[in-house]
């Protein structure tokens, strides 16, 4: 999930003493429940409840505002997306029932003011504004199936976005355990003269992967971290690999972390040299970007999905 980047204040305004403290904000599926911590693990408190099956969020801290995906119940399509200040009050709902059937990982993109997001059983990477105006498929992975669509190769997952190159990123995760896990890598805007469904400037970067879930990008140093929820070796684990490889000769991902128990989010603190990392047990972990250092900073909370990490001032 999203790293939020502190709001720029001018020396005259800002106070001589303000500090900004690393905040993580992540998920409870099971529970319906926002959390937030310390970047340690202290000072866990529940800042929302009431979410239905939440599986993604992103932070903006120059707004005040945390955004998040619920996935629903899929066979309903009634997948939403809300928006709350980050101490959990004055909660809206920005993208309503009926418009998304399973909203997974969700990007904010501060340049455009877009929200992006993969839609599973709908078999979407989708997009709209930070107020949830203009909804817009990117790409449609259904090939005709109706939805919500029962073929787990066509299910999206995660999703980041390269805004300075204009590029997309995204998992199909396939089925549990199946080997049949992809990553796919487009432009954002849909090529002239075709639709999301027939787009041809789509890239396949992996494929026979476990099962992907959630990705991140270090645009600096030009990599693209995931988590994969799959049996091992390579499934429960945190994967990077650079975005510059020549795919045409099937490289092969770093693995950075091992032994997950279903490896769903994922956080970048770049300024830090950390990541954080959960899973459907319940753990958070963190590690140096390069896999090094890994501990626990909680365990057994419920059914840990998405997770953020912010400078909060």
């Not at 319906?32 to 866990?44: C, E, L, P, Q, T």
């Not at 355990?177 to 469904?197: H, L, M, Q, S, V």
Request: aromatic share 6%; proline share 5%; charged share 25%.
């Amino acid at each position: 999930m999203k790293t939020a980047t502190q709001p720029q204040t001018s020396k005259s305004t800002r106070p001589s003493s303000a500090k900004s403290v690393g905040r993580l904000f992540f998920l409870e599926a099971s529970g319906g429940r926002i959390h937030s911590a310390n970047a340690d693990g202290s000072d866990r408190n529940v800042i929302l409840s009431g979410a239905r099956v939440p599986d993604g969020v992103v932070v903006d801290v120059e707004a005040g505002h945390i955004y998040w995906t619920n996935m629903g119940v899929p066979s309903m399509n009634d997948g939403s997306i809300e928006r709350a200040d980050l101490d959990g009050k004055n909660r809206v709902t920005i993208i309503s029932e009926g418009r998304t059937f399973t909203p997974k990982q969700l990007h904010l993109e501060k340049k455009s003011g877009k929200l992006y997001w993969c839609d599973r059983e709908g078999m979407r990477v989708m997009r709209a504004n930070v107020d949830g105006s203009n909804i817009e498929t990117l790409v449609d992975t259904s090939k005709g199936d109706a939805r919500p669509g029962a073929d787990l190769t066509k299910w999206c997952v995660g999703i980041t976005v390269d805004p300075d190159r204009g590029k997309i990123y995204w998992t199909q995760k396939g089925p549990d355990d199946a080997g049949k896990g992809r990553i796919f890598r487009a432009n954002i805007d849909i090529p002239k003269g075709e639709t999301a469904a027939n787009r041809t400037d789509i890239e396949v970067l992996f494929d026979g992967l476990p099962e992907p879930i959630d990705l991140e990008l270090d645009l600096k140093n030009r990599f693209l971290y995931w988590t994969d929820r799959g049996d091992p070796p390579r499934g429960n684990t945190v994967n990077r690999a650079s975005i510059d490889a020549d795919f045409s000769k099937h490289p092969t991902s770093d693995i950075l972390l091992t032994h997950l128990m279903e490896g769903i989010g994922i956080a970048l603190d770049f300024k830090g040299n950390r990541m954080f990392i959960t899973d459907l047990a319940g753990n958070i972990f963190s590690a140096k970007l390069d896999g090094s250092e890994k501990k626990p900073l909680l365990v057994a909370q419920g059914n840990l999905t998405g997770i953020a990490y912010a400078e909060i001032s």
